[in-house]
């Protein structure tokens, strides 16, 4: 059977570096009282010149270097973000067209902090019906654009950054021994809309609006909906958490991370984290979290990795995969 298996991988990340101190200055808050309750230490803020094309490109151009390919090699790219350049077109025909790929086809996918699952998932589709051989997917953000920088709930989560892996057909056996995407859940639940969300946009209100989140209601959902699409993976593949070498979740709080990785019986050895930091980069923090795993030689080819992500809608998934 054919497998999406990972050839590449890049990242990209704003030129500032903006640590909690910096922060202390703008809202009432603290250096400890954040690394307490988050994890994070500092994250990178988007200047003028920076966007998510600028970011999505850089992580790209990376990703396809690492592969030792070039954009002839790509049929189709899939961009994850929540804060694209522009309502229309999609930020992901800006990338194709900064890379000078006139071939193919390109798309945006939004589902937040899950948008990258949902789009590794998208991609493995392609490639499985036939429809493409390898696909760029990209997640890339600028949280710091829709940020209230008044509420100290929400400003000290977020950053900016990119994150980029290329899927390529490979023929497998159809084991858990074949290298490349095993089995992907999706799901997602509006009645939790309210929760985490932005309060405008172009059909409700004309303009890009800020980010609104509840997050005591966000951390009560959170280890739940994790550990459900994570036993989904096991139960569809016959896997255990022993078996996994690499833990990748999305980066949004370390406390969230420890305790879901508990419940699942997954070592803290196993575990990749790097919101101390990025802080939370939404769509960008997982492939930012594996470029920075497999750039330190931690994640080795055939290696079980196993991807997981929650975010705003609420929408949430799981990808395990062999590196």
């Known amino acids: ?39 994070i230490r500092q994250r990178h803020i988007a200047d003028e010149t920076e966007t998510t094309a600028s970011l999505g490109e850089a992580a790209a151009r990376q990703a396809l270097d690492n592969a030792g390919l070039t954009v002839a090699d790509i049929d189709m790219i899939i961009l994850a ?33 899950s948008g990258f699952v949902f789009a590794v998932t998208t991609a493995d589709n392609y490639i499985k019906t036939g429809l493409a051989r390898r696909v760029l997917v990209i997640g890339a953000e600028t949280f710091s654009r829709i940020l209230d920088w008044t509420d100290r709930t929400t400003c000290v989560l977020f950053g900016d950054g990119a994150g980029a892996i290329i899927l390529e057909a490979q023929q497998g056996e ?26 405008g946009g172009p059909s409700s209100t004309g303009t890009v609006g ?25 139960e569809a593949t016959g896997l255990t958490s022993q078996d996994i070498d690499w833990f990748v979740p999305h980066q949004a709080n370390r406390r969230i991370i420890e305790a879901s990785a508990k419940k699942l019986g997954i070592a803290p050895e196993k575990v990749i984290l790097t919101v101390d930091r990025h802080g939370n980069t939404s769509a960008a923090s997982i492939p930012l979290a594996l470029h920075h795993a497999a750039s330190e030689g931690r994640i080795q080819k055939g290696d079980m990795v196993l991807l997981e992500a929650m975010g705003g809608g609420f929408t949430w998934g799981s990808v395990l995969l062999r590196w």
């Not at 800020?210 to 096991?234: S, W």
């Open 210 to 234: 800020q980010l609104r989140m509840q997050g005591r209601e966000v951390f009560k959902h959170a280890v739940g909906m994790i550990t459900d699409v994570i036993e989904a993976a096991y």
């Open 81 to 113: 973000t929540s804060t694209p350049d522009n309502t229309f077109p999609a930020t992901a025909v800006n990338i194709q067209s900064r890379l000078g790929m006139h071939h193919g086809f390109a798309f945006d996918l939004q589902a937040v902090c």
């Open 1 to 39: 059977m054919i497998r999406s298996v990972v050839c590449g991988f890049g990242a990209a990340l704003p030129k500032r570096a903006m640590a909690n101190a910096e922060i202390e200055g703008i809202v009432e808050t603290s250096d400890e009282w954040i690394v307490q309750r988050t994890g």
């Open 174 to 199: 159809g084991t858990t021994a074949d290298r490349g995407i095993l089995t992907a859940h999706l799901r997602s639940d509006g009645s939790h809309m309210e929760k985490l969300y932005v309060d």
